[in-house]
C-alpha cells in the first residue's frame, strides 16, 4: 500500500494481495468486511461506494499491523479481541474457544424446542466465553441460566461478556468430571453441553492457528476415552434434569451413532442425531423420563 496513494480501494487491494497465499478468496473478502468494520466502522456499502475516500496513514498502519499478525497464523476473532455470534458481540481471548457458527444451530433448536417454558432453569456446562448461556438468556429472558466450566481464566471472560451483553447469567467454577454423582437441589429444565470432544490422535489434523492459539483444555480428550463427558454429563443428567427434561450435546461428527448409543443405554428417551447445515452429524439431543 503506497503511502502516496492511500484509498480505500488500495487498502482493500493490500489487504487481499498480502494474504492470498494464506486463505481463500471467499475467506478473504469476508475476513477483510469484518476487520475493516471493527477498526474503522467501514461497511460492506462503504467499501464499494467510496474506494477513493483517502485513509489516514494511521489507519494504513493498523492494516499492516493486522496483516502482520494474521500471517502468523493467529486467528482473526483474538487479533480483534471479540466476535459476532447470534447477534451478540463476545470477547473472545486464549483462554476460550472462538464462538462457531455450527453452535448457533444448537442455540436455534433450545429456543425453538423451548421458548414457551416460562421460567425455565437451563444449564450450560463447559461455557467458555458463555457464548451459549448467554445467547440463550437473551433469547429466553424469563429463564434461569447457569453455567459451570473449569477454567477461572474461561469464567472471567463469561462473566465479562454477561457484563457487555447486559445479561444476567450465574456463572460456578466446576469440573463436570468430578459432578457426575452430585445431586443438586434445583433441578433444570434443559442441560446443554459442547464440551471437549476431539481425540489427541486428531491432533495432527487440526487447523495450526487452532492449536497455536485456542486452548487445549476445551479441546481434546484421551485417545482411549473420547466420550468421557458425554457419559459423565449425561450421568449428571439423570441426576439434575426435571422430569421430562431435555439435554443437548454439540458432537464430534465421527461419534455421533456412539453418542447416541450412549444415551439409550442410560435409559433417556427420544434420543436422536441431528445434522449441521453442511450435513455433518452435529447434535444429540435426548429427554429424561
Not at 23 to 36: A, V
Not at 93 to 119: K, Q
Not at 139 to 166: C, G, P, Q, W, Y
Not at 170 to 189: C, G, M, P, S, T
Request: glycine residues 4%; aromatic residues 10%.
Amino acid at each position: 500500500m503506497n503511502q502516496t496513494n492511500n484509498t480505500l480501494k488500495s487498502a482493500c487491494d493490500f489487504f487481499k494481495n498480502e494474504l492470498k497465499g494464506t486463505f481463500d478468496e471467499s475467506e478473504l473478502n469476508q475476513m477483510l468486511q469484518i476487520s475493516f468494520f471493527h477498526l474503522f466502522g467501514w461497511s460492506r456499502t462503504d467499501l464499494v461506494l467510496n474506494q477513493e475516500e483517502l485513509i489516514s496513514a494511521d489507519n494504513a498502519n493498523k492494516i499492516r499491523d493486522l496483516i502482520f499478525a494474521l500471517k502468523t497464523n493467529k486467528p482473526l476473532a483474538q487479533i480483534l479481541g471479540e466476535w459476532e455470534f447470534y447477534g451478540l458481540v463476545f470477547k473472545v481471548n486464549e483462554h476460550t474457544l472462538i464462538p462457531r457458527p455450527e453452535t448457533e444451530e444448537l442455540i436455534e433448536l433450545i429456543v425453538a424446542e423451548n421458548v414457551d417454558f416460562e421460567g425455565s432453569n437451563i444449564l450450560d456446562i463447559g461455557t467458555g466465553t458463555g457464548c451459549i448461556a448467554i445467547t440463550l438468556k437473551s433469547e429466553m429472558l424469563n429463564a434461569n441460566v447457569t453455567a459451570f466450566d473449569i477454567s477461572d481464566e474461561a469464567l472471567k471472560m463469561a462473566k465479562e461478556n454477561a457484563r457487555h451483553n447486559k445479561l444476567n447469567v450465574a456463572f460456578k467454577q466446576v469440573n463436570i468430571l468430578d459432578w457426575k454423582n452430585q445431586e443438586l437441589d434445583d433441578k433444570y429444565d434443559v442441560i446443554v453441553s459442547n464440551p471437549p470432544y476431539i481425540p489427541e490422535k486428531e491432533r495432527i489434523l487440526m487447523h495450526q492457528n487452532v492449536l497455536d492459539f485456542e486452548p487445549d483444555l476445551a479441546l481434546f480428550v484421551d485417545n482411549n476415552e473420547p466420550l468421557i463427558f458425554y457419559q459423565t454429563i449425561a450421568e449428571f443428567a439423570l441426576k439434575n434434569l426435571k422430569r421430562t427434561g431435555k439435554l443437548y450435546f454439540e458432537i464430534n461428527e465421527n461419534y455421533g451413532e456412539a453418542t447416541k448409543q450412549l444415551l439409550i443405554d442410560k435409559n433417556f428417551n427420544n434420543v436422536c442425531i441431528l445434522k449441521d447445515i453442511n450435513g455433518k452429524d452435529r447434535i444429540v439431543k435426548a429427554i429424561i423420563q
